[in-house]
């Protein structure tokens, strides 16, 4: 069989044939990204760093990336910081006491001049399944997202022994 010319040819070439339909299929399928379209609105998607106790979370849909950390502002209260890439408009953010009910709205206020960088205190969340509803408005396209609460207390660093 390993003889046979044919055979090692077609050994050699299959992989590289497979290789090739891959990211052939993959380019003429694959959603080709867009520019946002003004008035539009966009949901951007959380990362893992929302899930846990992390101190911060992390939003993107493309290009646009969002970045919301949290400090400690007295006992009762937390300072939001809110990144972005791209200069903002306006920013809203609102405690929800669950996923998917309503929220009272708070405008964030601009730190810089650039608008890339806003800031609010708020209070903490009542309870453990509280959510964190936030609008922004970039240009003229509203991007919008709702993650869970939990990540607004950063972990304790571990104990050495």
Request: charged residues 15%.
């Amino acid at each position: 069989m390993w003889k046979n010319k044919h055979v090692i040819v077609a050994m050699l070439v299959a992989p590289i044939l497979a290789l090739m339909a891959w990211f052939a299929i993959d380019y003429f399928i694959a959603e080709r990204p867009h520019a946002a379209k003004p008035g539009a609105d966009y949901t951007l998607v959380a990362r893992s760093n929302c899930r846990r106790a992390s101190g911060s979370c992390d939003l993107f849909n493309g290009d646009f990336k969002l970045t919301i950390s949290a400090s400690p502002a007295g006992s009762a209260a937390l300072t939001l910081v809110l990144a972005s890439h791209f200069p903002l408009v306006a920013a809203t953010i609102g405690m929800a006491p669950g996923p998917g009910k309503e929220s009272l709205p708070v405008m964030l206020s601009p730190v810089g001049a650039d608008g890339k960088t806003w800031s609010v205190q708020i209070s903490r969340p009542a309870a453990a399944e509280a959510a964190i509803q936030i609008v922004v408005v970039a240009g003229q396209s509203r991007y919008f997202a709702e993650v869970p609460a939990v990540f607004l207390v950063a972990d304790a660093p571990a104990s050495t022994r």
